[in-house]
């Protein structure tokens, strides 16, 4: 069992930055990879980054050059640093953690980009 708790979350204006936090407690060792994904109003949830235990990420198209996710192995944490915020990344942000068997879900946290 993989347990995840996010926060960092808020409201910024465009053209803003925030930085979201995931920390993972439990079975940390069987853990693969860890991402964050995204949910706007009536969309599906969808990708935003990842990375895996070598540190090699992946972003999706739309926020490459604004985001950067990273992770700190002795705080068991990954961040999502958003730089350059539009008003379109606008939505509940999951943190992922993915093992062998199973994925694993944060709570997720809100992000409002709005003037």
């Known amino acids: 069992q993989v347990q995840l708790v996010e926060s960092g979350g808020g409201l910024v204006q465009p053209g803003g930055s925030l930085r979201l936090s995931c920390t993972a407690s439990?079975?940390?060792?069987?853990?693969?990879?860890m991402g964050w994904y995204r949910q706007a109003p009536g969309k599906r949830r969808d990708l935003v980054a990842t990375?895996?235990?070598?540190?090699?990420?992946r972003y999706t198209d739309s926020v490459k050059g604004r985001f950067t996710i990273s992770g700190d192995s002795a705080k068991n944490t990954v961040y999502l640093q958003m730089d350059s915020l539009k008003p379109e990344d606008t939505a509940v942000y999951y943190c992922?953690?993915?093992?062998?068997?199973?994925?694993?879900w944060g709570q997720g946290t809100q992000v409002a980009v709005s003037s």
């Open positions: 992922e953690a993915s093992t062998r068997s199973e994925d694993y």
């Open positions: 439990g079975s940390i060792d069987s853990i693969l990879y």
């Open positions: 990375i895996t235990r070598d540190k090699t990420t």
